[in-house]
């Protein structure tokens, strides 16, 4: 069973950067495209970015593209976001899943930042 764990959320002042981790556990690692999603409150969730397994083809968010890259370590199993010009608007819960999401929700990583 695919486990997905995320860290590194934080509160952090708007300007500044995080970076978030994603461990996966249970998987074959190198072949599905990994995503990371938000949601803020009252919203749906929402894809922000995700890359290929070949680490040829990655997608962001017209909200994010040129503050956010995904990266990942097949070797690690671990995909990463890191998030630089933090808005007070990128405040959400962050998720990272297959995309398009078939794994089970981890409990996610709170980002909060303040204006």
């Known amino acids: 069973q695919v486990q997905l764990v995320e860290s590194g959320g934080g509160l952090v002042q708007a300007g500044g950067s995080l970076r978030l981790s994603c461990a996966a556990s249970?998987?074959?690692?190198?072949?599905?495209?990994m995503g990371w999603f938000r949601q803020a409150p009252g919203k749906e969730r929402e894809l922000v970015a995700s890359m290929s397994w070949s680490e040829g083809m990655t997608y962001y968010a017209d909200s994010v593209k040129g503050r956010f890259t995904i990266s990942r370590d097949n070797a690690k199993n671990t995909v990463y976001l890191q998030m630089n010009s933090l808005k007070p608007e990128d405040t959400a819960v962050y998720y990272c899943?297959?995309?398009?999401?078939?794994?089970?929700w981890g409990q996610g990583t709170q980002v909060t930042v303040s204006s």
């Open positions: 249970g998987l074959t690692f190198n072949r599905p495209t």
């Open positions: 899943n297959r995309d398009p999401p078939t794994f089970s």
